[in-house]
């Protein structure tokens, strides 16, 4: 079964800092996809970056990137100058061929002023 | 209006209620996907729709109905419900099934079922 695991419930990180959320999955497959959604109180499931399996380079979308360890099957997001709108539920999200998408439980971030 | 918009924002139904969850994606996309979000538990896939065709039905009870009358729109029609069906009902849509398409979320409906 593919599966996703995020160890972190809940994180904390003070405003201008840098955070990192973990992210571990588990799968037979060689070309998949990864996803990293953020949740606001809005409720609204957001994009923040994708990571295709095959591309060694790592993912970067502005203040946010990822750091996709492929042999150990890791996916960790790295959140740099954290802002108070980046809090929310961060979710982890697997996708191989298909219509599937996995995701993890969630981590609770917030962010100290 | 742009992306995905899901209606009612709240819903509270009794058990032998009969109620219906609306969602409407103006992205042009041509699959629709409805989850079911509860409390310290994963997202869980509940009907996938790819040109208006049902792809996947994951074992979902059959008091949940769903509905694609075109690629914009998808109902999930609601019958009988239990109070363990009270969660957060999220719509998405993708531009196809591939596994590089991002999904594209709306804001949910928050149903509680007494």
């Known amino acids: 079964a593919q599966t996703v695991t995020q160890s972190q419930p809940e994180m904390s990180v003070q405003e201008a800092e840098t955070v990192t959320l973990s992210c571990t999955y588990d799968?037979?497959?060689?070309?998949?996809?990864l996803f990293w959604y953020k949740q606001p109180p809005s409720r609204q499931m957001i994009l923040v970056i994708r990571?295709?399996?095959?591309?060694?380079q790592n993912a970067t979308e502005n203040r946010f990137s990822v750091n996709f360890q492929k042999a150990a099957k890791s996916f960790s997001l790295k959140i740099s100058d954290s802002q108070l709108g980046d809090a929310a539920m961060y979710f982890c999200?697997?996708?191989?061929?298909?219509?599937?998408?996995?995701f993890g439980e969630g981590t609770q971030l917030t962010v100290n002023p | 209006e742009t992306g995905v918009t899901q209606t009612p924002r709240h819903l509270v139904m009794g058990m032998t209620n009969k109620k219906s969850l609306k969602c409407e994606q103006h992205?042009?996309?041509?699959?629709m996907y409805w989850y079911k979000q509860s409390a310290k538990k994963p997202l869980e896939l509940m009907f996938v729709?790819?040109?208006?065709?049902?792809?996947e039905n994951n074992s979902v009870p059959s008091r949940f109905s769903p509905e694609c009358p075109n690629s914009s729109h998808l109902f999930l029609h609601l019958h009988t419900l239990q109070p363990e069906d009270s969660a957060l009902y999220l719509c998405?849509?993708?531009?196809?099934?591939?596994?590089?398409?991002?999904?594209?979320f709306g804001n949910g409906t928050r149903l509680t079922v007494t």
């Open positions: 998405a849509s993708s531009q196809g099934l591939a596994q590089g398409s991002p999904l594209h």
């Open positions: 799968t037979s497959e060689s070309d998949y996809y």
């Open positions: 990571q295709e399996a095959y591309k060694q």
């Open positions: 999200a697997y996708r191989t061929s298909g219509s599937r998408l996995t």
């Open positions: 992205l042009g996309h041509n699959a």
């Open positions: 729709y790819s040109l208006e065709e049902r792809v």
